[in-house]
C-alpha cells in the first residue's frame, strides 16, 4: 500500500511538473496579437514569426563567429547550422504529436519525467540571463560611443566610461521595465527588432563597400578551417535558436499539421540563413582578422551612420532586456514558488536577477566568449541535444529509420560541441580590443580618417550626396 502511495505521489508530482507553463511560450509573438485571442494565423503569418523568432541580437555575433571558424569553414558550418535548426523544430512538434503536448516543457517531460523538466528548466534559465549579461555588455558598448558624439563629451567624461552608463541604463531603464509583472506590451519589440536589423544589415552592406577596401587585410584571413570552430557553432546557434516559439506558432495555425508546419520552417529558416550569411560574409569581409565579438566594435567613432545604427540597435537591446528577464523569473517562480510570486517576491527576484546580469557584465566586457559560453552551454542543448533525445525516446520507428540516423548524428554531435566547446572558450579564451579605437581609425591613418570625415562632412552639407553614398 505504500508503495503504491508512492506511485501515485509521484505520479501526481509528474502530472503538476507537466501541466506547468512553458516559460519561454509566454514570450509574445511578435506582430499578430491576434493569435494570442484564439483567432488562427496563416502560412505567410506564421513563417513570419518564425522569421521574428531566429533573426535577433544573436545576428551581431556572426561575422566574428567566421573569424573563429575560418572564413570558408564559417560558411558550411553556418549552413550546418541551419539545417539543424530546420530539421529540430520540425522534429519538436513530430516529438509533441507522439506524446500529446503541446509545450516544450512538457513535451521533455513526459519523454524523461521531472528530471528531463529540471534540466529543460536550467536550460532556459541559463540561456535568457546569460543573454542578459550579453545585452548589458552590449548597451555599455555602443551608448558610450554614441553620447561621444555629443559635443562636449570626450573620452576623459563620465558618459564615455562603460561601467557607468551600463549601470545609468539599469537603474533608469532595464530595471523598472523588468518589475512589470505583464509585459505583453514588449511584445512588439521583436517586430521592431527585425526592422532596425534590416537598417542595421543595409548599414553593413554598405560600409563593406565604402569602408572595406582601405583596411588592409589580415595574414590568413581565407584560411579554410581556424581552430576555434567549434565556439564558432556555439555563435551560430545562439544567433539561430528559435525552439521556444515553435509550439506556440504551430497551435495558431488554421491547418495544424506536420506537412504546412515543414513548409513554413523550411521558408523561415531559409530567409533567415540569407540574413544571416550576408550580415556573417559582409562582416567579416570587411574587418577579416580584426573582426570583434561585437561587430560595431570595428567601426570607426566618427562614423554618422554607425553612431545612428549603434543608437537604434542599443535600443532594441535595451527593451529586449525584460523580456529575457521575465523568463528567467518565471523559471525561478516555476521551481521554487510554485508558480506565483507575491509582489514582495517578485520584487526581490527581479532585483537580484537583473543586479547577477550586471554584476557579471560590469566585471567582463567581451562579447564574444560571453557568445560563445551561451551558444555552447545552453543553445546547443535546445537545438541540437533535447528535440533529439525527446523524439528517440518517444518514436517507435526503426533505429536504422532516416529521422532515427539523423536524430543520433544531431545528438551525438551537439553533444560533442557542448563538452569541446565549453571546454576550449574557458581554457583558450580569445583576446578581444574591447572599447579600443582600431589602428585604422587613428587619425596617423590619413587615408581612412579623411574617408570617414569627408563623408560625414559632405552629408551633413548633402542631402544628394548621401543618397548617393548609400
Known sequence: MEALGMEDENNQMRETYGEMVDVEDKRALVCDDSTTEGEKSNLSSASFNVINSIIGSGIIGLPYSMKQAGFPLGILLLFLVAYVTDYSIILLIKGGNLSGTTTYQSLVNKAFGITGYLILSFLQFVYPFIAMVSYNIISGDTLTKVLQRIPGVGPGSILAERHFVILLTTVLLTLPLSLY????????????????????????????????????????????????????????????????????????????????????????????????????????????????????????????????????????????????????????????????????????????????????????????????????????????????????????????NWDSVQSCIILITGILVMIVGFVMAVMFPKECSHGKEMFYCMPSNSTIHNITFLVNETASQSPAFTTNIL
Open 181 to 400: 509583472r505583464n509585459i505583453a506590451n514588449l511584445g512588439k519589440v521583436s517586430f521592431s527588432s527585425l526592422v532596425l536589423t534590416i537598417v542595421i544589415l543595409v548599414i553593413v552592406i554598405v560600409k563593406t563597400a565604402t569602408f572595406g577596401p582601405h583596411i588592409p587585410t589580415t595574414e590568413n584571413a581565407w584560411t579554410f578551417a581556424q581552430p576555434n570552430a567549434i565556439q564558432a557553432i556555439g555563435v551560430m546557434v545562439f544567433a539561430f535558436v528559435c525552439h521556444h516559439n515553435s509550439f506556440l506558432i504551430y497551435g495558431s495555425l488554421e491547418q495544424p499539421t506536420i506537412n504546412n508546419w515543414s513548409r513554413i520552417t523550411h521558408v523561415s529558416v531559409l530567409f533567415a540563413l540569407i540574413i544571416s550569411m550576408t550580415f556573417a560574409v559582409c562582416g567579416y569581409v570587411t574587418f577579416t582578422g580584426y573582426t570583434q565579438g561585437d561587430l560595431f566594435e570595428n567601426y570607426c567613432r566618427n562614423d554618422d551612420w554607425v553612431t545612428a545604427g549603434r543608437f537604434l540597435y542599443a535600443i532594441t537591446i535595451i527593451l529586449t532586456f525584460p523580456i529575457e528577464c521575465f523568463v528567467t523569473r518565471e523559471v525561478i517562480g516555476n521551481l521554487f514558488f510554485g508558480g506565483t510570486l507575491s509582489t514582495i517576491f517578485h520584487f526581490f527576484v527581479t532585483v537580484c536577477i537583473v543586479a547577477a546580469a550586471t554584476g557579471i557584465s560590469l566585471a567582463y566586457d567581451c562579447l564574444g566568449i560571453v557568445l560563445e559560453l551561451n551558444g555552447v552551454v545552453a543553445a546547443t542543448p535546445l537545438v541540437f541535444i533535447i528535440p533529439t533525445a525527446c523524439y528517440l525516446k518517444l518514436s517507435e520507428e526503426s533505429w536504422y
